[in-house]
């Protein structure tokens, strides 16, 4: 631990009382060789962004954090990451929720209470020579105390689902510290345990969904993730491969 912090000695946390996104502010720090393990903190956001160019309502209240690493992989490769930042928050805020809220992964990387989004997760990159990465940037978003209302997918917040209370800063020392452990695992050993560990709370599992590409939408019953983390998408026709894209339940 880093002295007085609640921090591994990895990280170097810069804390702000507002920024434009977490994610611009620690793409703007790679650009300017910052070293791998540093750590955005922002109480509120004036432009934070979600995946595909959505907004990410960012009021005081809410975790905004955003880690720059510079691992020696590929840019898919680097896109596992997502899994071990999901897995740090549902693992970090499982203790604290009443017993009878469910938690659950939902593709590729939001964590869900009850069927509602209580946390999103943006990852950013640049690669250089051979697709290796320069950096990679980890945007987490965890509605602590309140939640956007007339989202696209139904959000929630710890506090409307009754969880126990916990300070900003807590969280974020406690998913930080749970991310690295993940992250150190990834790269010593690669993806296969990041996979069960997700694939054991994945929502709709072998269930029938609607993912939305980037142009247009498929269906089927989702198999599963292959060794990558692409979702696994069967229909009569075969099994399906998907990089990207929004799973929604079929019936929607
Ligand atoms: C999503 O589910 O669409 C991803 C949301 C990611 C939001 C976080 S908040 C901290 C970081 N800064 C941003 O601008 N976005 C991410």
Redesign the pocket.
Known sequence: MTGGSGLPAFFRLERFAELD????ECKRRAAAGAPAGTLIWAEA?S??????G?R?V?VPGNL???LLLRPDRGAAAGAQLGFAAALAIGETIAPLLPKQVELAYKWP??VLLDSR?VS???LESQAVGEGRLDWLVV???VNVASFPEGSEYPATSLRSVGAAAIAVEALLEAVASRFLFWYEGWLAAGFTALREAWLARARGLGEPVRVRLQAGEATGRFAGLDREGALLLEDGAGRRRIAAGDVFPAAR
């Open positions: 996104s977490t994610n611009e956001q432009a934070g962004r979600g995946r595909r959505r990410w960012s905004y954090m955003s990387n939001d989004k999103g997760i943006l945007g987490i978003g």
